[in-house]
């Protein structure tokens, strides 16, 4: 089974300053892939960044990069120079290589500040 | 242009009277599946499908049926809904590759 972790219910950041999202995950499948979703207040899932268990090297996407620690089995998104429109609920989620099930974790919800 | 269409995308109703939200692709995606988003607990996967006629339970699967005769088509069954389903409903779609899922633009469901 896997489990998602998403320990910061809600965070605020100063608008053009970085924040971190932390993501724990738990798996016993060897090969898998992470996954971060953003979520506006409109309501739909808006794919962020991908990250697989066996990249050497930590995805970014623009202002998106994601902190990959496997020996921590810890995923955690960072944005860089934080602007209003990232205000949203962020979900990490992850599906094994050899399934197609997407398990989610409880999201936070960012708030950037003017 | 490459979606996952759901309908409705609000829907009111009351306990026990059956109701079925709809979900379309148009990628030609074998994998489709099934979400309900409450809050505090993120998404969990209702039921999902692997291919035509080929369906499985996710982690939520009681009260609701589904069924995939098409490709294409991958319909959420309420047939006595309850309150406790008054959710946020996602369908999703994937080509089964390392990613690449599509998620429709979801249904919010009341059950009064």
């Known amino acids: 089974a896997q489990k998602i972790t998403q320990t910061q219910p809600g965070m605020f950041v100063q608008e053009k300053e970085a924040v971190t999202l932390d993501c724990t995950y738990d798996t016993s499948d060897p090969s898998y892939g992470l996954f971060w979703y953003k979520q506006p207040s409109s309501g739909e899932m808006i794919f962020l960044i991908y990250q697989g268990s066996y990249d050497q090297q930590n995805a970014t996407e623009g202002r998106y990069s994601l902190n990959f620690q496997k020996a921590r089995k810890s995923a955690n998104l960072v944005i860089s120079a934080s602007q209003l429109g990232d205000s949203a609920m962020y979900f990490c989620?992850?599906?094994?290589?050899?399934?197609?099930?997407?398990?989610f974790g409880g999201g936070t919800r960012l708030m950037v500040k003017p | 242009e490459a979606q996952v269409t759901q309908n409705p995308r609000y829907l009111i109703t009351v306990t026990g009277k059956k109701l079925t939200v709809t979900c379309s692709q148009n990628?030609?995606?074998?994998?489709m599946s099934w979400y309900r988003q409450d809050p505090g607990l993120g998404l969990r996967q209702i039921y999902y499908s692997m291919n035509v006629e080929v369906t499985d339970k996710g982690d939520v699967p009681e009260g609701y049926k589904v069924s995939r005769k098409e490709k294409r088509n991958f319909p959420l069954i309420l047939e006595s809904p309850s309150p406790n389903q008054t959710s946020l409903y996602f369908c999703?779609?994937?080509?089964?590759?390392?990613?690449?899922?599509?998620f429709g633009s979801g249904t919010r469901l009341t059950v009064v």
């Open positions: 999703a779609s994937s080509s089964g590759s390392l990613y690449g899922y599509t």
């Open positions: 990628m030609n995606h074998e994998y």
């Open positions: 989620a992850m599906r094994p290589n050899a399934g197609n099930m997407l398990t």
